[in-house]
């Protein structure tokens, strides 16, 4: 289990690559920019703090680790605040996932990610190394400057499937909740 809180409020220090604790493991994050203008910066939260990303060039990266290696055969979840802006993105923005370039590792190995689509609404991607799997996308459009609440999941337990398909996942989108009202 891993979880970024992502409620820094300190300013960024100039020329020093962010730093991001898992609150509960080991998996530590770091800004993927070299620069202060490429690491997210603080902003308002929902409660709190938050980190505001740019949507092209500002993102965290977790060194590999075996705890996100998921099978086709595992259950498990992700989630994630997220507040996109107004209007649509040219590309799919990635707000967490994992993805295997070298394409090691065993044939069920998922590559996984929870994103804002190019259409507005969110998506979620499992992939195994042998191409089974695919994308679901929610029908919630996100593009509203409201804070969203996005969770993907797999669940093996719902039925037994041949190996290398991935039958059961779901994604679940809340409506906007408007900080104000909170």
């Known amino acids: 289990i891993s979880y970024w809180k992502l409620d820094e ?18 998996n530590e994050g770091a800004s993927t920019g070299v620069s202060p203008t490429l690491s997210p910066i603080p902003g308002a939260g929902q409660v709190g703090g938050a980190l505001v990303f740019d949507g092209s060039e500002t993102g965290i990266e977790v060194p590999a680790n075996a705890s996100f ?16 802006p107004t209007g649509l993105p040219s590309a799919t923005e990635v707000f967490v996932g994992r993805t295997d370039p070298a394409q090691s590792g065993p044939d069920q190995l998922l590559d996984w990610w929870l994103a804002l689509r190019g259409t507005g609404v969110a998506g979620f991607r ?5 191409g089974d ?9 996100l593009t509203d400057d409201d804070w969203h609440h996005i969770v993907g999941v797999r669940d093996a337990d719902t039925d037994t499937p ?21």
């Open 9 to 26: 409020i300190a300013p960024v220090t100039p020329d020093v690559a962010g730093t991001y604790a898992d609150s509960v493991g080991s």
């Open 69 to 84: 290696n998921f099978l086709a055969t595992d259950s498990f979840s992700i989630e994630t605040w997220v507040k996109p």
């Open 126 to 130: 499992l992939v195994a190394k042998n």
């Open 133 to 141: 799997g695919g994308l679901i996308e929610g029908t919630t459009d």
């Open 162 to 182: 041949p190996a290398g398909t991935i039958s059961h996942w779901k994604l679940d989108e809340t409506a906007p909740i408007n900080s104000d009202e909170a």
